[in-house]
């Protein structure tokens, strides 16, 4: 298992970062401005991470995701551990948005974030269509924090 930076052609991972966020436009808003980190098994692109600085103590998770056929197998956890050791060093805080799914703010509750703020309406103002998730639309924007 490797992880890697991809520092050009971004948008080759295209159909990956989909996962994450169902809407093109809004990855392009965040992708320039974004490191992104993929991990490969056994050379087989598996899971990504986009996190981007938004000031000099807070990094924000702009994207997480796996491909379905490897969700719940612990990726995206080795992911995370790997984000949250490469910029504890510089950063005090990491933030991310989800939508209200129980299953989504459970696993990263489990990594100690918590819920800071919501934005209402968010994917019904943001997304062209409605976005669902284990049948139910997404309707506010969840926001959680975590101190590295």
């Known amino acids: 298992m490797k992880i890697e930076e991809i520092v050009v ?11 994450g966020d169902e809407n093109e436009t809004m ?7 974004s490191h ?30 796996t491909y379905p056929e490897f969700q719940n197998k612990g990726y995206a956890s080795i992911l995370l551990k790997f984000v949250f050791e ?8 990491i933030i991310l948005g989800t939508g209200e ?4 703010l459970n696993f ?12 209402k309406n ?7 269509s409605p976005i669902f998730e284990n049948g139910r639309q997404l309707i506010d924007k969840i926001y959680l924090k975590k101190d590295l």
């Open 9 to 19: 052609n971004k948008t080759d991972y295209t159909e990956l970062l989909l996962i």
């Open 27 to 33: 990855i392009n808003k965040y992708l320039d401005k």
């Open 36 to 65: 992104l980190y993929v991990l490969y098994d056994n050379n087989k692109l598996i899971s990504l991470c986009a996190v981007m600085s938004l000031d000099n103590k807070t990094v924000e998770i702009t994207n997480l995701a």
């Open 86 to 93: 490469k910029y504890k060093k510089n950063f005090r805080t």
């Open 101 to 104: 799914n129980e299953i989504t």
């Open 108 to 119: 990263y509750k489990k990594f100690g974030f918590v819920e800071f703020s919501v934005i």
């Open 122 to 128: 968010f994917f019904v103002d943001n997304y062209p």
